[in-house]
């Protein structure tokens, strides 16, 4: 099983959500929340409290908060302005 420390967990959510912000931190032992934000302006459009986790976590773990996550941003904000590049 592939496992990896919180800090790796976070780098590979950071990767999942990009361009969006994503900041995470453990606010207890079993449980994190979670921030996902405009780059460009730092506005907050997702926070979450208490996803369950751990310190070690097996892939599978880090995908299922992932898919919580993506969830989350569906619901609450379904349609999120593209911004033109260039």
């Known amino acids: 099983m592939n496992k990896m420390t919180f800090p790796n967990a976070c780098q590979v959510m950071r990767w999942h959500f990009h361009p969006l912000g994503f900041e995470?931190?453990?606010?207890?032992?079993?449980?994190?929340v979670v921030r996902l934000f405009d780059r460009a302006t730092g506005e907050t459009l997702l926070a979450i409290a208490g996803i369950p986790c751990t310190a070690i976590m097996a892939a599978a773990d880090v995908?299922?908060?992932?898919?919580?996550?993506?969830?989350?941003l569906d619901t609450?904000?379904?349609?999120?302005?593209l911004r033109e590049v260039g």
């Open 63 to 72: 995908e299922r908060i992932i898919e919580a996550v993506e969830v989350e």
């Open 76 to 81: 609450f904000a379904p349609v999120l302005p």
């Open 24 to 32: 995470a931190c453990m606010d207890a032992p079993r449980s994190m």
